[in-house]
């Protein structure tokens, strides 16, 4: 049997709630299908080692991270002592960025018994996977303050974009679109952001061009957006940049009424540094702490990562992963159901439901 | 009477199929409340325009609108002939800058007679303001290229903000708020946007330190475009940069169902300059030339013109302004209605129909 070894960060808030609740999945899966998890649990990462060590990770930490397989990560974030800024940029982007995980990959899916907020829409009518570059672009550090304290100050803040981070996402995104149905949506802004956005369209020209059984629809991320609420079931893969992709993937869930229990993937698809596996929701410190946060996106995560560990190809790995998704969409049918779906189930509740279903 | 003179802008597409409709509203409240509109008739600012002259606008734009109060105009593109980035730098965006007209105003709200795209959701759940900065941001020609060609090409891209254009748009939003219902929502994306964001928030926190019966509401837009979908009933002012305004300004009417709907003004509040009224729904170049295009987003932007030259209080501009509109409400309750709507009304037919409502 295979061991992969995992760190296990939960991070601040509900992170630490339904952290458990994917380990709970992940024995019952690993007894199913003979794959051995060995665990390799962190503290740092988190506002509360902040407090303390006045740093969200220590030093080494790329050290101590160096022989696992994959990371689950709970989420980050207490802005109440530590600002967002200092808290994500000092643990998660900095994940993202130095371990080169250059995919943010989200699906949106509606799910029956998870109430939609748009009308006249059933499961199996919305499906769709977001496809986010997750290193570089709008999310940069570059820039300042001029002229600061004066009538004439003024911030500058670059994006940038390489060709080399633009071509791999894009690629990425077609690849996946060439095993769907063939079509792919690319956002843009490049009527109103002038020099960056022309140039991404340019990219994406190119390399639909080496794809030329997939289908492509560019869309203005402004209209992208509207098309989201007018007609979700249109969309199969949508590539789009950092900031573009990291609204589009919190939208997306949101029409399928699963913000609360969208997962994700922050992959380095060639597997030289370990991939970061994450519930959208982030810490929602204004739950936290009352064991009633829906755990359905941290499980369903944990199965994104196993599918990952065995190449995202037929055996144990897929079968655990198809499993796991299962087991949640028939705890999502039939109950129990944490507040959020308009239950009354604790969060360790809905995790013993999901692995008994197992 | 008062005699208001106006530049009108068909623009492209179904620009010049709408605009003979608001025309014709203009014309009768003009006799109904003694409002005289002196008409400047412009060809150019279009794509034809440019397929002629190599240029969207002769060189003496600006001088042959010295003397016009506002600008109605169409919608501008036509991007089988024109990329988008050249004919709307070179019109819209233009006036936009050189008119300072730094204030994007777009109302976002529910009708009786308008399918709404979510579910239980009936007129007067939604009814909010976006405010959306007009001038700079995001909407940057500051950038460029390097190593063009090679694997190391990169982009770069500068979005730039003042302070002075940073707290005017918070301060007329905040002003807006304090007449409406005393709260607002800043967009924002300081845990990504690192250097830009953080000190918009700053901003925002002294602004907001002179409104204290304001009730201020600070939101990432990942989860703010979410909190669109999941509960827009809770949003009264929202104010937000240029390209999160832009972004917010269609996803808001989508949800209510009113994206080929939403009228907006882009305003210079001082009056320094002339504002701009326009529907938001572009130039729909699929449907152009057919007589097929719904006329309302055009002729409410007329409407929310007539109301800004009144000065925005109590008057016969003030009436003008609420007698148009509640023509429409008449007109989308019980029609006639364009095929956007499901119905087989021409435009011309709609267009005559809110006419003689009023
Ligand atoms: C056409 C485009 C440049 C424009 C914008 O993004 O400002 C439009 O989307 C709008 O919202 O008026
Ligand atoms: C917390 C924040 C920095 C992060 C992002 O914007 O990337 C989050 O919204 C996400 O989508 O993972």
Redesign the interface.
């Known amino acids: 049997s295979k061991t992969y070894r995992i760190a296990v960060i939960p991070g601040d808030g509900i992170g630490v709630e339904v952290m458990p609740e994917a380990l709970r999945t992940l024995d019952v899966v690993s007894k199913r299908f003979d794959i051995d998890f060995e665990y390799q649990h962190i503290e740092w990462a988190s506002c509360d080692y902040y407090l303390k060590h006045g740093k969200m990770m220590p030093d080494d930490w790329k050290q101590q991270l160096s022989s696992v397989d994959a990371i689950l990560f709970g989420a980050v ?1 207490w802005p109440a002592t530590v ?3 200092i808290s ?2 000092g643990s998660l ?1 900095k994940f993202r960025r130095e371990f080169d995980q250059y995919i943010n990959l989200r699906p949106a899916r509606l799910f029956e018994g998870v109430p ?5 829409r059933k499961a199996g009518d919305i499906d769709f996977m977001i496809v986010r570059e997750n290193t570089e672009g ?8 001029m002229y600061e304290g ?15 981070g633009t071509e791999r996402v894009l690629k990425f995104a077609f690849d996946l679109a060439q095993r769907r149905e063939k079509k792919i949506t690319v956002a843009t ?11 991404w369209d340019a990219r994406a020209a190119e390399v639909a061009a080496l794809y030329p059984e997939v289908a492509v629809d560019k869309q203005h ?3 992208l ?3 989201f ?2 007609s979700p079931d249109r969309f199969d893969v949508v590539v789009a940049s ?2 573009f992709g ?2 589009l ?3 997306g ?3 399928t009424g699963t ?1 609360g229990l969208a997962p994700s993937g922050n992959l380095n698809p060639e597997r030289k540094f370990p991939s970061l596996f994450e519930p959208v929701h982030g810490s929602a410190p204004d739950i936290a702490g009352k064991n009633i946060a829906n755990p359905v996106a941290m499980i369903w995560s944990a199965a994104m990562m196993v599918d990952f560990l065995g190449g995202n190809v037929a055996g144990p790995e897929r079968d655990a992963h198809d499993a796991i998704v299962a087991a949640i969409e028939d705890v999502l049918k039939h109950g129990p159901h944490t507040g959020d779906l308009g239950g009354k189930a604790s969060t360790t509740e809905v995790g013993r439901a999901i692995s008994e279903r197992l």
Chains 1, 2 share one sequence.
């Open positions: 974030g600002p967002d800024h994500l940029w982007l939609c907020p748009l009308a006249n709008e999310y940069s550090s570059v820039g300042g303050v004066t009538e004439r100050e003024v911030v500058m803040q670059q994006s940038i974009f390489s060709r080399f802004k490049s009527n109103g952001i002038a020099i960056s956005m022309p140039w991320i402004d209209i957006c509207a098309r609420v007018m950092n900031l990291d609204i993937s919190d939208l869930p949101a029409c913000i």
